[in-house]
């Protein structure tokens, strides 16, 4: 006896879930042969046709890697996080600049004052976790610990304002990136 699941929205036949796959493994195609071109800085035509070749075979099998449930609202996360990244440069910049003052501070050592603050988030996709967890460590001064997959972080932080300030807007920034409510 056979059965026929007649269409449903697992069928890797199906002409929508092919579109999907074929997008994504183009979009993984082209980022990678960019990528290889910009870090190898080779323009001869053999070194083109190797990277193409490497490019296309990484994609092919590697291609949900990047985009594993491609729907049509990577466009506007990919819009919105562009829009993070110099908010999160200015985050960074303005914390170097406390750190250059705790630093040289006549009292730095009463000014620097470690802390672990532990806090929840209602995040609940992955790459919302992980984007916040790494926006806070490429913050200076502060450190993701550990983040779960359910949204508990634990960040040392170098001084008390900078825990006082964890998580504060650069978690509604990354809720606002990744459509989440907060």
Known sequence: MTVSNN????????PDTRFKTFF??????????????VLSGKFEPLLLWLGAI????????????LFPDLESNYAG??????????????????????????AFHPRMKDLIDPHIIT????????IAITT????ITLTPG?????ATSDGVFK??????????ALPGTMLEKVAKVFGEQI
């Open 132 to 135: 916040l967890a790494n926006s």
């Open 54 to 65: 490497s490019s296309f075979f990484v994609a092919y099998y590697f291609y949900d890697l």
């Open 119 to 126: 806090f929840k988030t209602n995040l609940k996709s992955d």
């Open 24 to 37: 994504s493994f183009l979009i993984t195609f082209v980022l990678l042969f960019l990528s290889w071109l």
């Open 7 to 14: 269409g449903t929205a697992g069928d890797p036949g199906r």
């Open 77 to 102: 996360i990919s819009f919105r996080f562009i829009c993070y990244v110099p908010w999160l440069i200015w985050e960074i910049i303005k914390a170097n600049f406390h750190l250059l003052y705790l």
């Open 142 to 146: 502060t450190i993701t610990v550990t």
């Open 155 to 164: 960040v040392h932080a170098i001084d008390r304002p900078s825990a006082e």
